[in-house]
């Protein structure tokens, strides 16, 4: 019987190491790249096209995620030129990253033009680097899985990159566009209909005291248009200022001083000013000289101007259009001189130094409005409430996408990037 | 009558109050003179905005392509020259292909003069590792036209050498092979037309640099993630001078700097005590008259 | 005539700025070549109202000149300074420095043009601090946030008003990029709003004020 048990017993410690050997040896063979190879799949549902809304010279890859993605695996694109691919294995190396990169997630794509959901891989080949690609040429991509020494290879696909003729990224951008386009030409409209409510600005309803003052003590005013020339909205909105200020100065018979830095706005302004003599039934107050060219030079301008000031003494100085670093030399200047200063600039850098040192500032667009005010012009007062419109929907869309954008993080939601898309800037 | 004596018997604020200008400028030149004479040499805190373009150029390997474009004439040149020399010291020491430029016509010479003068200070060869391509017309136009096609924009570059073909420019068609671009700008064009019309358009890195006046304008581009970096006016540049490890003009020009700030402070301060103590005197007489 | 006056202009706006407008959202190749073709013109242009620039300043000052007006021996001045720096310029074949070596253009350049700018701009530290103490006062509750801001910022931004007060450069810096980047962002968005409407007028010749003259 104890001879039995004894066999019974050895029986079982060997059964059991035998085992133990065979669970050991699993386990280390399951690191060997044999068991390696057999799991490593190559990529699915490989998509290679045209990147869309682009100048050409560029495919865009996707390819769904794989379940193992980590960062020990790691993909390649491929590429060579031509519908024939003999070897696979041969084909260009363009690129190579580790497997837990590169999602279309990642990618600026807004909801209107996505390829595929977040989570697929996305690869975009480009001209450059190393890549060459040409238009109307056709080429084969493909995505390989590379785990240590082994890789596998999908099944190449064809594509041919293309110029395209619209920018599909950009749409809200245009429709935007369009839609504040739209809202002025319908202010505009309303404008001509019926009588809009414009708020007082305290710096234009001092124009009348400034050139009434200057003609009381029969000095000359001073008005200034700016840096800029004729392209910049805030020259052409001086211009028109200097228009209505030309026609209360005829009125008044008070001389006009408009030094200019820029020829061709000399000669519009020069147009201006005899147009608004003219309607106001004083043309042969007009002097041709009242607008006169100094220099284009910044500094040089400006000292001259200072020298105006400090012999002729102006009463009143206009300061209208976009200023830089002479701003504050022009207006201490003025200043010292005793005279009522009026600034209006869309310069946001020297509206602090408007602001100390002139009696009257128009900020921003109010320089835009002025305009508007002044003539009462429905074109004028319709795009002035065509851009408050645009301010209040701005307003709006930002609370909105206040709420949106933090309660989609709280809630961890995507649905609210549906609404911020529209509003991105995405190129 | 009453206006004379009340001018005779003006208070020491009312006095204070209209105080000669020149008296104030006689202060401001001394608290700027005094301490280039005699500087302290306070210690600068380095900010983030000046960190993000220091950062970025280190983080370039070596040949990366580093556009500067020296948007600004002799008038800015106390704050933005001691920039340009930082940059170009710092892109040279990491061995960048340096492309420098200017859409200031007036800004040309001075433009020429630092680049040669920093190149000659690091050992490094015009058209090898770096071109001055100079200036031409035309402003933002010449940001969209690099942007297409560099050499087209520049055919020769400022000495006249033909850029196509040399080999610091090797590989660089166009703006979107610039792997950093940042312009030194002190007004229109300047940090702003090369988001506009380069960044924006061609999709290179960009940052900017600009006078002391003109920063905080510039902050909604930092914010936003437009330009990645800013250094602004001659604090800015200090800072940077500090970063590389060189100080300059800038860093002796904080003292000065300081001396002022402080200057400008007290008259204010001044100024203020003044004005509520004759305005408090105007009360007073005002309520003995009633 | 007012046909080539008036309507040819504005129709040469609308053409070209629908074009160019539409231009943004075509990312074709052809939209870049014609915009590199527009730019090229506008270069060009460009180089051309230099000229106009400078001829524009020799009529100026010749008038004054020969009228004797007022002032006409600074306008003499300019011309001589004009003529000779140009023949200068020409002489040293518009280069500051050759192989290191200064020109003559470089020495009117180096010593003439660069301090006389830099005095303009230096002029400015000056007349900041004097408008300073003339209207920085605490007149109301916003003119005294904006004192405190400006006292704060000044100390921030310099290294003895970080030493004197530490806290000093991380309030300028808050100041900076919350409370003024806020605000400048909100002029922006105001005047792009206004930009934009006025290009549209332009582009569509509701203002045709940029043509010289009032509207028929």
Redesign the interface.
């Known amino acids: 019987m104890k001879r039995k048990t004894l066999n019974v017993k050895c029986e079982n410690a060997r059964s059991a190491c035998g085992a133990i050997l065979l669970i050991a040896g699993i386990l280390c063979l399951s690191d060997s790249p044999v068991f390696a190879q057999t799991t490593l799949s190559p990529p699915q549902d490989i998509r290679v096209f045209d990147t869309p809304s682009d100048g050409g010279g560029s495919l865009t890859v996707l390819w769904s995620p794989a379940p193992d993605d980590s960062a020990s695996i790691r993909y390649q694109v491929l590429l060579s030129e031509g519908t024939a691919v003999p070897d696979p294995a041969a084909m260009k190396v363009v690129a190579e990253f580790p497997a837990n990169q590169r999602y279309v997630r990642e990618s600026k794509w807004p909801w209107w033009t996505r390829p595929a959901t977040g989570d697929h891989h996305q690869f975009t080949l480009r001209n450059?680097r190393g890549v060459e690609l040409k238009n109307e040429t056709t080429y084969s991509v493909t995505v390989a899985r590379v785990s240590g020494e082994d890789r596998v290879i999908a099944t190449p696909v064809q594509a041919t990159p293309q110029p395209n003729w619209l920018n599909w990224n950009q749409m809200n951008n245009l429709l935007l566009a369009l839609l504040f386009g739209g809202i002025v030409f319908y202010a505009i409209s309303t404008a001509r209909k019926r009588e809009i409510f414009l708020r007082r600005i305290p710096g234009l309803d001092a124009v009348d005291e400034a050139i009434g003052r200057a003609t009381e003590l029969g000095k000359p005013i001073l008005y200034l248009t700016g840096a800029h020339d004729m392209s910049d909205p805030s020259t052409i909105a001086a211009a028109v200022i200097l228009g209505r200020v030309a026609k209360r100065t005829a009125a008044y018979g008070t001389d006009l001083l408009v030094p200019h830095r820029d020829p061709i706005t000399m000669a519009v302004c020069q147009e201006i000013t005899k147009q608004a003599y003219l309607e106001a039934g004083k043309p042969d107050l007009y002097k041709d000289d009242s607008n006169f060219f100094i220099t284009s030079?910044?500094?040089s301008y400006t000292a001259a101007v200072d020298g105006i000031m400090l012999r002729k003494k102006p009463a009143a100085n206009f300061f209208m259009g976009h200023y830089?670093?002479e701003a504050l030399l022009l207006t201490e200047t003025g200043a010292?001189t005793g005279a009522i200063q009026i600034a209006g600039t869309d310069a946001?850098?020297?509206l602090p130094f408007f602001v100390t040192t002139c009696d009257y500032t128009l900020i921003g667009e109010e320089l835009y409005a002025a305009s508007a005010y002044l003539s009462r012009e429905p074109v004028q007062v319709g795009t002035l409430r065509g851009q408050d419109i645009g301010k209040a929907l701005i307003l709006g869309v930002l609370g909105v996408g206040t709420i949106l954008a933090t309660l989609g993080v709280l809630l961890d939601m995507q649905w609210p990037q549906l609404f911020l898309d529209i509003f991105k800037d995405v190129? | 009558m009453f206006h004379v004596a009340r001018g005779l018997n003006m208070t020491f604020a009312e006095r204070m109050l209209k105080?000669d200008?020149r008296i104030?400028?006689l202060?401001?030149?001394l608290c700027?003179l005094l301490p280039l004479l005699y500087p302290?040499g306070?210690?600068?805190?380095i900010?983030?905005e000046v960190r993000g373009v220091y950062d970025h150029i280190e983080s370039l390997p070596e040949g990366s392509v580093f556009l500067l474009s020296l948007d600004f004439?002799?008038?800015?040149?106390?704050e933005l020259h001691p920039q340009s020399i930082s940059l170009l010291r710092h892109a040279f020491r990491k061995n960048l292909r340096v492309i420098a430029m200017t859409l200031w016509?007036?800004g040309?010479?001075?433009a020429?003069?630092v680049i040669?003068q920093v190149a000659?200070e690091m050992g490094k060869e015009s058209g090898k590792d770096y071109v001055f391509l100079g200036w031409?017309?035309?402003?933002t136009?010449?940001i969209?036209?690099m942007g297409?096609?560099l050499y087209?924009a520049f055919p020769a570059d400022y000495n006249g050498k033909p850029t196509k073909g040399l080999p610091v420019l090797h590989g660089v068609a166009n703006l979107?092979?610039v792997n950093y671009a940042v312009s030194l700008g002190?007004?229109?064009p300047g940090v702003e037309a090369w988001y506009v019309f380069g960044k924006?358009k061609y999709?290179f890195e960009l940052g900017g640099g600009c006078?002391?006046?003109?920063?905080?304008?510039l902050?909604?581009l930092?914010?936003s993630g437009q330009i990645n970096g800013l250094i602004g006016g001659l604090?800015g540049a200090a800072e940077y001078e500090i970063l590389i490890g060189q100080k300059g003009k800038a860093v002796a020009g904080?003292?000065a700097?300081?001396?002022?700030?402080?200057?400008?402070?007290v008259?204010?301060?001044m100024?203020?005590l003044f004005?509520?103590s004759s305005r408090n005197r105007a009360r007073q007489q005002g309520q003995l008259g009633a | 005539m007012i046909f080539l006056r008036r309507q040819v202009p504005l129709l040469i706006t609308l053409i070209t700025g629908v074009v160019f407008a539409a231009q943004y959202y075509v990312p074709h190749p052809a939209s870049?070549q014609m915009?590199?073709s527009a730019?090229?013109w506008?270069?060009?242009i460009?180089?051309f109202?230099?000229v106009l620039g400078v001829s524009s300043l020799f009529h100026v000052h010749a008038v004054k000149i020969r009228r004797k007006e007022a002032g006409w021996g600074y306008s003499f001045v300019l011309y001589v300074s004009m003529l000779g720096t140009i023949a200068v310029g020409f002489w040293s074949n518009g280069k500051?420095?050759v192989d290191?070596a200064s020109t003559a253009f470089?020495w009117i350049?180096?010593f003439m043009?660069?301090?006389l700018?830099?005095t303009?701009?230096?002029i400015l530290?000056?007349f900041?601090?004097?408008a300073?103490?003339?209207s920085?006062?605490?007149r109301s509750r916003e003119a005294a946030v904006l004192?405190i801001a400006?006292?704060i910022v000044?100390?921030g931004?310099?290294?003895?008003?970080?030493?004197l007060i530490p806290l000093s450069?991380d309030l300028s810096?808050w100041i900076?990029?919350v409370l003024?980047?806020s605000v400048?962002?909100a002029i922006?968005i105001g005047v792009s709003l206004g930009t934009v409407a006025l290009s549209i007028k332009i582009i569509f010749g509701m203002e045709r004020s940029y043509l010289g003259g009032g509207k028929e």
């Open positions: 450059g030079d910044q500094f830089f670093a010292s946001d850098h020297q190129k | 105080i200008r104030i400028f202060v401001i030149g700027t302290v306070l210690p600068i805190k900010s983030p004439d002799p008038a800015s040149k106390p016509v007036s040309t010479g001075m020429d003069q040669t000659r031409s017309p035309g402003g136009a010449v969209i036209n297409q096609d087209g979107r092979d002190a007004g229109n924006d999709k006078t002391g006046v003109m920063a905080p304008g902050y909604p930092l914010r604090r904080m003292d700097q300081s001396a002022t700030h402080l200057a400008i402070i008259l204010v301060i100024c203020n004005y509520f | 870049e915009l590199t730019t090229k506008l270069q060009i460009g180089g109202a230099l500051e420095a290191g470089g350049y180096n043009m660069v301090p700018q830099g303009m701009f230096a530290a000056f900041i601090a004097s300073a103490y003339r920085f006062r605490a004192l400006a006292v000044m100390m931004r310099v290294p003895l008003g970080e030493y450069g810096q900076l990029n003024n980047a400048r962002r922006l």
